[in-house]
């Protein structure tokens, strides 16, 4: 499969899906701790960042802020594709929602509050409906590469 780099068509094709659970940002100065199965890990110079399972975080007693909910956008985007995260961010803040994107090979993830992740699931879906029926990008969506 090849990755989408139209705007037009990621935002169309986005397919959101809302993963099961509750997801948390910890962070450590070395290595996961034994039980802990990052589902993104991020170094930086202050250590590590993970996102994981709250439940694991809860179990490793590893501190915490946010409570996540996690969406991944289903379309296959390509990396050098402009213009998806900041549609998708733009839609979002709208409603008065926070984003973090992280970017995967195949396809981009977002961690949104997790009492408002359904919500956001159906923004998102809102989005995606108005793209299929516009040739035109949706507000604020940027022009396609």
Do not use: K
């Amino acid at each position: 499969m090849n990755a989408e780099r139209d705007l037009t068509r990621l935002l169309a094709g986005m397919r959101p899906e809302l993963a099961d659970g509750r997801y948390v940002f910890t962070t450590v100065t070395g290595p996961a701790p034994a039980g802990v199965a990052p589902v993104v890990t991020v170094t930086e110079p202050e250590g590590l960042t993970l996102v994981v399972r709250q439940e694991e975080a809860d179990a490793a007693a590893l501190g915490y802020d946010y409570v996540a909910g996690w969406i991944t956008l289903r379309v296959h985007s390509a990396l050098d594709a402009v213009g998806l995260t900041a549609a998708v961010a733009s839609e979002l803040a709208a409603a008065g929602m926070s984003c973090n994107v992280v970017a995967g090979y195949h396809h981009d993830h977002l961690f949104v509050e997790h009492a408002r992740a359904e919500e956001a699931l159906a923004v998102l879906v809102r989005l995606a409906e108005r793209a299929e029926r516009s040739p035109a990008p949706p507000p604020g969506a940027g022009s396609p590469m």
